[in-house]
């Protein structure tokens, strides 16, 4: 089973990784960064969410086969999407995604062990949802009936989500994600 241990090994991995790929791209490397792997992501937030909303129902998807998506709350029965984001660049969604409610995880101060987690209180078919700009033509809701995966950055994103959001976690990884418990 994934545990925190994992969780908190796979995290420090990727960021000592991170941090070498910094070093090489200063060395004028042409490498493209990878995203963070969504073990990791996925987990964070269950492990966020958990702490901060004081429940124990949230279970990771991947090991349960019987759930779809990312996170369930076997307690309110609901399917959670986690999008997450290291930089400014396009957070994508599946046209087919079906989720009760999404959840952000910034991790573009990850280095520092900084992190913010957002939850959105918006489903996957929600007139709100439907109704975000994606580019200056299409809305998400076109981008998902011509079957294409909407993309905008959070800059863009957030300014049409705010008042659906609420910011859960905004601190060190380290101080949220303790063995202890």
Request: net charge negative.
């Amino acid at each position: 089973m994934y545990n925190l241990q994992i969780l908190l090994e796979r995290f420090t991995s990727y960021k000592n990784n991170y941090i070498y790929e910094t070093k090489l791209l200063t060395l004028g490397l042409k490498i493209r960064r990878q995203n963070p792997p969504e073990d990791i992501t996925e987990n964070l937030a269950k492990h966020i969410i958990s702490k901060c909303e004081y429940t124990n129902s949230i279970v990771w998807c991947k090991e349960f086969k019987q759930y779809s998506g990312d996170l369930y709350n076997t307690e309110t029965k609901e399917q959670m999407e986690i999008k997450s984001f290291t930089s400014n660049g396009p957070i994508q969604f599946s046209p087919t995604s079906k989720f009760d409610c999404l959840y952000f995880l910034d991790l573009k101060n990850f280095v520092n062990d900084q992190i913010i987690l957002y939850k959105v209180y918006m489903h996957s078919e929600s007139e709100e949802l439907y109704n975000i700009k994606v580019n200056k033509s299409e809305t998400f809701l076109d981008q998902k009936n011509k079957g294409r995966r909407p993309r905008l950055s959070w800059k863009l994103l957030y300014p049409q989500i705010s008042e659906y959001c609420e910011e859960i976690y905004n601190g060190n990884i380290f101080d949220i994600l303790t063995i202890d418990d």
